[in-house]
């Protein structure tokens, strides 16, 4: 997809470019919407944020009054779109199915159950009800009111997440409870690159922004953009000598700072080789 938009807009085709973009965004946004899958959920935050900066790029490259031609499927994100619940509690079913698998609780299901009748024992008293119980309180924070409310204000500061086993759990299933302190992934990443997302589509349309306002100081334009282009857990900066917004993300896997440029590069420096 990036690919072929990149291309369309190098042999000129910009708008059929900005097209492509624009309804492969609005198709995996509403795939995250609907999907159940962490996975997918992932992949769509990934592919959603670098078509973001692919319009960017575009944009930058040609005339100031050429105007983006979906503003409303690069919208900042709607707070059910932080929903990942669903894909959470898929984890957790899926970890109880490899459990399950595994034989804990009861090496009767194994394909291959161990050979030696100590292994056995140590995997039939495996209490696979409280190994759930236990990991689903874990899951817990990203389905609660207290996640809503950080979802609505866009704060990134942790939740509190439950201890593991409690003591009397400890002593009802010690290796159980072993299993679980071996620790998991960790599902707040996930939430921090859905802020990050979101700080990008407000990044973007505060580029459009700018451009549809260009007449003027630039620092003056930018101070006067929406509130819904502007973001608490985000700041957005604004450098009128380079013409660019930027950002800076939780994740820096992918650059410590995120830059758009927001007036169209003059024809006389763009490399046509």
Known sequence: LLTTAALLHIEANSDAALNALCRATSTWRRLRTNTDSL??????????????????????????????????????????????????????????????????????????????????????QIDLEQLVRVAARGFS?????????RIAVRRAERLPTPDGCRAIEKIWDPTGCAILTRGGPDFERYYLRLLDLDARLR?????????????GDARAIFESRPAFLQSAGHEVEIDPASSTLSVRPYDKKHGDVWEMRYAAIPASTLRLD
């Open 39 to 124: 996975l997918v959920d992932a992949l769509g935050v990934s592919i959603i944020s670098s078509a973001a900066q692919l319009v960017s790029d575009i944009l930058s490259e040609l005339p100031a009054d050429k105007a983006l031609p979906c503003p409303q499927v690069f919208a900042p994100l709607a707070e059910n779109e932080f929903n990942q619940c669903p894909a959470l509690a898929s984890e957790l079913r899926s970890m109880e199915n490899s459990w399950r698998s595994k034989g804990f609780g009861d090496t009767s299901t194994m394909e291959n159950p161990p050979s030696s009748w100590f292994s056995r024992q140590i995997f039939n």
């Open 203 to 215: 990044l973007l349309g505060s580029v459009v922004w700018m451009r549809q306002h260009r007449a």
């Open 141 to 149: 924070p990203w389905c609660s009111l207290a996640h809503s409310d």
